[in-house]
Structure formats: structure tokens, C-alpha cells
């Protein structure tokens, strides 16, 4: 299958989401079943680690459909590279989206220390290291949601940036071989919107 059908499929999942028609029963896998050696997922979800933002539900797609990559704010780390370039490589993967969300807990966090007004304990700096570049552009007479919506959008815009920059993407790209998008959740009604 190639990229733009498993757009479709996926596109198609999230408005039977918002719908409330899920034809996906997302219970206990069925004991009787094997994972296949044929796996072939429809797309790497490289997506957020919150909790309400399951992108097997949004997207109402079944076990194994997708290659779901997880990490606070979306970041792209060496290891996340690692895994989407297997998923191409040995699972014959053509679509990657990179999965914001709204109100992003982690960009929210990276936003505030943006400007200024708090830092991040231990770890957590790892992950702010990983979002501050994408605000770099921000207009900083944005305030509240509008500031923040901006900025996960940013974040997603960068995160693919990132991907987009591993040695032969591009010319895949070009070769229409995979897609590479950016996408983000709103969270009052579950629609996915495709950024340009």
C-alpha cells in the first residue's frame, strides 16, 4: 500500500472517530491470534506521549495498523530516528506523520522557559533542549492559547524538519516513495488537521 492510500485510510478513521462510528473494537487481543511475521502498518505515528491523545483511537485503526512512536512533546531524538528508519526499512512503512496535540504539557513547558519564566528540573531539560529551537520564530505578541497553539504547531513543523533531514529522505520525498506530514489533534473534538 502506498502512502496516499494509507492517508486516506487513516484520514477516514479519524472522522469515524469524531463521528463516534469507530469500527475498531480496541479490546484484549484475541488469544487465538499470532502476530504476523507480514506486519505491515499503515503509518509511524510519531506522537506525544499524553494520555489522551491515543493515536490508534483517533485514527480507529486496529492492532498492528501502526507504528506508534511515543515521547513527550513528539521530539525527534536519535532514537526516535532510529525507529521510524526500521519501520521504512523492514516493515516497508511510506507514510510518517509527526502527531501534535493541543495544550502540549511539554511545549507549554519549553514556551514558558522560552520566555523566560521557569526552568526544568533533571531530565525534563532534555526534552526542552529538544522543542526550544522550534520556537524561535514565534511571534512574541501571541499570549495564552493562541501562544501556545503556535507554538505545537511549531514544534511539529520542526520535529518534521528533523526527519526530513536524515540522509536520503529527501530524495524519497521527491520520488513520492514516502510522505512525511505534520499533523495536530484538537482535543475538544478529536479531529486531526493536517499542517501544510
Given at each position: 500500500?502506498?502512502?496516499?492510500?494509507?492517508?486516506?485510510?487513516?484520514?477516514?478513521?479519524?472522522?469515524?472517530?469524531?463521528?463516534?462510528?469507530?469500527?475498531?473494537?480496541?479490546?484484549?487481543?484475541?488469544?487465538?491470534?499470532?502476530?504476523?511475521?507480514?506486519?505491515?502498518?499503515?503509518?509511524?505515528?510519531?506522537?506525544?506521549?499524553?494520555?489522551?491523545?491515543?493515536?490508534?483511537?483517533?485514527?480507529?485503526?486496529?492492532?498492528?495498523?501502526?507504528?506508534?512512536?511515543?515521547?513527550?512533546?513528539?521530539?525527534?531524538?536519535?532514537?526516535?530516528?532510529?525507529s521510524m528508519q526500521f519501520a521504512g526499512a523492514h516493515l516497508g512503512t511510506q507514510l510518517f506523520?509527526?502527531?501534535?496535540?493541543?495544550?502540549?504539557?511539554a511545549v507549554e513547558a519549553a514556551l514558558e522557559e522560552h520566555r523566560g519564566r521557569a526552568g526544568?528540573?533533571?531530565?525534563?531539560?532534555?526534552?526542552?533542549?529538544?522543542?526550544?529551537?522550534?520556537?524561535?520564530?514565534?511571534?512574541?505578541?501571541?499570549?495564552?492559547?493562541?501562544?501556545?497553539?503556535?507554538?505545537?504547531?511549531?514544534?511539529?513543523?520542526?520535529?518534521?524538519?528533523?526527519?526530513?533531514?536524515?540522509?536520503?529522505?529527501?530524495?524519497?520525498?521527491?520520488?513520492?516513495r514516502i510522505q512525511i506530514l505534520g499533523a495536530v489533534c484538537e482535543l475538544e473534538s478529536g479531529?486531526?488537521?493536517?499542517?501544510?
Open positions: 500500500m502506498d502512502w496516499r492510500e494509507a492517508l486516506q485510510r487513516l484520514m477516514a478513521g479519524n472522522r469515524r472517530f469524531v463521528e463516534g462510528k469507530s469500527i475498531q473494537p480496541h479490546r484484549a487481543f484475541p488469544l487465538q491470534h499470532r502476530w504476523s511475521d507480514e506486519a505491515r502498518p499503515l503509518a509511524v505515528i510519531l506522537g506525544c506521549s499524553d494520555a489522551v491523545v491515543s493515536p490508534e483511537l483517533i485514527f480507529d485503526q486496529g492492532f498492528g495498523d501502526l507504528f506508534v512512536i511515543r515521547v513527550a512533546g513528539n521530539v525527534v531524538a536519535r532514537s526516535v530516528l532510529g506523520i509527526v502527531l501534535g496535540h493541543e495544550g502540549c504539557g526544568q528540573p533533571g531530565s525534563i531539560e532534555v526534552l526542552m533542549r529538544l522543542i526550544r529551537p522550534a520556537l524561535n520564530d514565534l511571534d512574541p505578541q501571541l499570549e495564552g492559547p493562541a501562544a501556545l497553539m503556535a507554538a505545537v504547531e511549531a514544534n511539529v513543523r520542526w520535529s518534521v524538519r528533523h526527519i526530513i533531514a536524515m540522509p536520503g529522505v529527501r530524495k524519497a520525498i521527491d520520488e513520492a479531529l486531526v488537521r493536517f499542517l501544510d
